[in-house]
């Protein structure tokens, strides 16, 4: 049945499918944008170093140390005024270590600095619309599945701290600034810097300033959240285009094709095949070959009962000969007109035997040209043998052409010299006191042109189309009737529509302006 216009189409899903897929292979790709989070991590990391810096620079200024460098260091109250006031600038938590390795200082706890409040930004008072919600949803999902197992170390923190429990502020201890990396039991990352302190070029100490990366994964959510916006703009603007484009291809061809299944013939030539002639495209293209198809099935189906009512017609006439004769023969005893009415008998009989042979090649014709290939072939070849077989049997056929020319055209070889016997058959046929026949071959810049001429009556200038219709006879008085069934230039015209051709009679002039003859021109496209 037909599909009503409810129906989904498989061809919009696989429009959808394949526009589809490219927006979600970079929606994939927007979780695991490497490039774009080792950026934000780098510029965190730059800050901290310079944070740092200017920690460990303002601390070594305001620092006192007893004795040696392995003495104790003591923060005067200057220092942590200095420390205090850097730390209610700072996002982090800054830890500071002797040159033993002691924690004399950590911002997060009443040691060494004075306490800092901690404090944390408050969830937006302003509600969150759909699509932020949605997005959150589907990016915790996506995240959690997309996660991948980290190689770095487990932050763990003792209760009383040491140097040697961070290799990175050890090689600070030894003056190397270094950074570190951890990964938290919340998931997230510890990123920090290890920094020497020094007092009068001299190392007192080192400082460790550590943060998570809240601030990095939240930039790098925000900027997913942008994509993903443009994503689903974009995937709304690709359904809607895909809709368009199924709406603009599957309507008319479904319409197509339901007019394509209501054709039968017990309807009659009421189907009328939808057309598109305000569309310049394949689909107007489609709806034109479909009304051309479907206009070539009526006109074979007139051609065969046409061709039908011919032979009906033609077969008739011998059989009602035949008919007649035999009734005169039943009832006549006279020995002369039974041998005419056997003459006559015999005649009709070899006029149905060469009729039935005439109609079986007709009506297999166009079988044989539709199964039969078409190749390169050179017209001058195949006349030259035409011509040399009837040469044989003293024919005076004249062949002239134009030497290194091209006589190269697309066809079949056998068909096309048929067209060429029967051509020269007729012309035989109506040539007066054995006289030539004179056949020419011209090659002009598209195409090939035959002209066959014989020195017969001539044909009626009402019958130069006519003389092509199948059964249609313009024989001599002195030729016996039925002697010819009408078939042969019948053949040649519909061999030479087959291969785009062209056939047109003519009469031949002489010099008096009378008709001393035939002429027929063939006209073949050339092989470029």
Not at 366 to 378: F, P, Q, T, V
Request: glycine share 4%; proline share 2%.
């Amino acid at each position: 049945m037909f599909r009503n216009k409810l129906t989904f189409s498989p061809l919009l899903l696989r429009l959808l499918t394949l526009n589809i897929l490219a927006l979600f292979f970079l929606l994939g790709g927007l979780f695991s944008i490497d490039r774009y989070q080792q950026t934000l991590r780098e510029n965190e990391f730059i800050k901290l170093e310079d944070e740092g810096r200017i920690l460990s620079q303002a601390i070594g200024r305001t620092i006192l140390t007893t004795g040696d460098l392995k003495s104790q260091i003591i923060l005067t109250s200057e220092a942590q005024e200095t420390i205090s006031y850097l730390l209610s600038k700072s996002r982090v938590r800054i830890r500071l270590f002797s040159y033993q390795g002691d924690l004399l200082a950590d911002s997060e706890r009443s040691v060494g600095f004075q306490t800092r409040v901690k404090s944390s930004e408050l969830p937006s008072l302003q509600e969150k619309n759909f699509i932020r919600i949605f997005f959150e949803k589907i990016y915790s999902y996506i995240a959690l599945f997309m996660a991948k197992t980290s190689d770095l170390s487990i932050y763990k923190e003792n209760v009383l701290q040491q140097a040697e429990d961070y290799e990175e502020v050890l090689k600070a201890l030894y003056g190397e600034e270094t950074r570190l990396i951890r990964q938290l039991e919340s998931g997230k990352k510890l990123l920090g810097v290890a920094m020497p302190v020094q007092s009068y070029k001299k190392i007192t100490g080192a400082i460790l300033l550590t943060f998570d990366s809240t601030n990095i994964e939240n930039k790098l959510k925000d900027f997913r959240f942008e994509v993903f916006k443009i994503f689903f703009i974009a995937l709304f603007l690709t359904i809607c285009v895909s809709i368009y484009l199924s709406a603009n291809i599957v309507g008319p061809i479904r319409k197509l094709a339901h007019a394509t299944r209501n054709i039968n013939p017990s309807d009659g030539r009421k189907i009328t095949v939808p057309q598109f002639s305000d569309r310049k495209d394949e689909i107007n293209e489609l709806a034109t070959s479909i009304k051309d198809m479907l206009n070539s099935i009526w006109n074979r189906m007139d051609a065969i009962e046409n061709f039908a009512a011919d032979v009906s017609h033609e077969i008739k006439n011998p059989l009602t000969s035949l008919k007649s004769a035999v009734e005169v023969a039943n009832n006549t005893r006279d020995r002369k007109q039974l041998n005419k009415l056997s003459k006559i008998i015999n005649q009709d009989i070899k006029r149905l035997d060469r009729l039935v042979t005439d109609i079986s090649n007709a009506s297999r014709l166009d079988a044989e040209l539709s199964r039969e290939g078409m190749k390169k072939i050179n017209i001058k070849k195949i006349i030259e043998g035409t011509v040399d077989f009837y040469n044989r049997d003293r024919k005076k056929i004249i062949f002239n052409y134009e030497k290194n020319d091209d006589y190269i055209t697309y066809g079949n070889e056998q068909r096309l010299s048929q067209v060429f016997n029967n051509l020269i058959d007729n012309a035989l046929s109506f040539n007066k006191n054995n006289m030539k026949i004179e056949i020419y071959l011209r090659s002009m810049k598209n195409i090939l042109s035959v002209e066959i001429s014989d020195f017969g009556p001539g044909i009626t200038v009402s019958n130069f189309n006519k003389i092509f219709e199948r059964f249609y006879t313009e024989r001599p008085n002195e030729e016996k009737f039925g002697e010819h069934s009408g078939l042969g230039l019948s053949i040649v015209k519909q061999i030479l529509d087959v291969h785009k051709g062209f056939i047109k009679a003519e009469n031949r002039f002489g010099n008096n302006k009378k008709v001393i003859g035939a002429k027929f021109i063939i006209t073949l496209k050339k092989f470029v």
